[in-house]
């Protein structure tokens, strides 16, 4: 599992960096070398994903989410058991790994 509940606090650092990197991604300016690399350096500790901007209220923070790598099994085989187990991947092209509870 590579992230489950977290709080808000946390939630609101991701969406943070995110946003910094999404502005300095593509900057060569030098002025913004040594920034890009901590945001670059932060966002890759994160695993974040360029695709998907965090939420600003996640169901990470109400522990009803979690995101995890499957690598044993096909994506059918993986939406199948979550199925059966009560979850759902409401974002499977955007953001694969992030699994919620069915309401």
Excluded at 49 to 68: C, I, T, Y
Aim: with cysteine; charged share 35%; net charge negative.
């Amino acid at each position: 599992m590579n992230s489950a509940y977290r709080p808000q606090e946390y939630q609101d650092h991701l969406r943070e960096i995110w946003d910094k990197w999404s502005l300095l991604k593509d900057s060569n300016e030098e002025v913004c070398r040594e920034i890009k690399k901590v945001v670059e350096s932060e966002f890759t500790f994160h695993k974040l994903l360029g695709s998907q901007r965090p939420a600003v209220v996640s169901n990470h923070s109400r522990g009803e989410a979690f995101d995890a790598t499957i690598e044993s099994l096909s994506w059918d085989v993986i939406d199948r058991l979550a199925n059966e187990s009560g979850l759902k991947r409401p974002l499977p092209e955007k953001d694969p790994f992030h699994y919620e509870l069915k309401k």
